[in-house]
């Protein structure tokens, strides 16, 4: 069995799981998510622990194990504490704005780009050149940052446009004489 799979995920207080019609619900303070058990595996509620085994010892029951306890767990976190993901602006007039559900990004181009922010990802500014999307769903916000980012990747020989905070930009030397 998976390392990751045999480590149990403990229920914040607050948080439950229920299982329904092959659905596993995670109920928390800040939402809900559901998502769909892959049936090479059972989950078992133990005392606030959630346990993932697998059925059989087949291949895909193996690799289903350790991926089900990871997306539990991040289910479990996300409606605990959240996910957020910071986004840098880098350049001259690069910056953001939040109009309702609305962002309107400044990149250099000839127009504004304006980016609807799917349901239940909520998103603020600071300093016009810092964006925070935040969120329930890992794969939700890291999907919408991706796609900010694709708008004006950076690049890198100034290393100009939208990156994540955490992202180190390799930079290549300019041409020499």
Do not use: C
């Not at 194990?65 to 996300?78: C, E, K, P, W």
């Not at 909520?122 to 919408?144: C, F, H, P, R, Y």
Request: positive net charge; without cysteine.
């Amino acid at each position: 069995m998976s390392r990751i799979a045999k480590k149990p995920v403990e229920l914040p207080q607050g948080v439950t799981l229920e299982q329904k019609n092959g659905e596993v619900i995670v109920k928390g303070p800040k939402g809900q998510l559901t998502m769909l058990a892959n049936p090479a595996v059972t989950i078992a509620n133990e005392d606030n622990n959630i346990t993932v085994r697998r059925v059989d010892d087949t291949k895909n029951a193996r690799a289903q194990s350790g991926t089900t306890r990871a997306l539990i767990a991040n289910m479990v976190h996300g409606v605990s504490q959240g996910w957020q993901r910071v986004l840098d602006f880098v350049g001259v007039g690069y910056k953001a704005e939040v109009q309702g559900n609305k962002l309107v990004l400044s990149l250099g181009f000839s127009h504004p780009v304006e980016y609807v922010l799917p349901e239940g990802i909520s998103a603020k500014v600071e300093k016009n050149t810092a964006l925070t999307l935040e969120g329930i769903d890992k794969q939700k916000v890291g999907m919408v940052a991706a796609e900010v980012r694709g708008f004006r990747p950076p690049e890198p020989y100034k290393g100009k446009g939208v990156k994540y905070r955490e992202e180190v930009i390799m930079r290549k030397e300019g041409k020499k004489k």
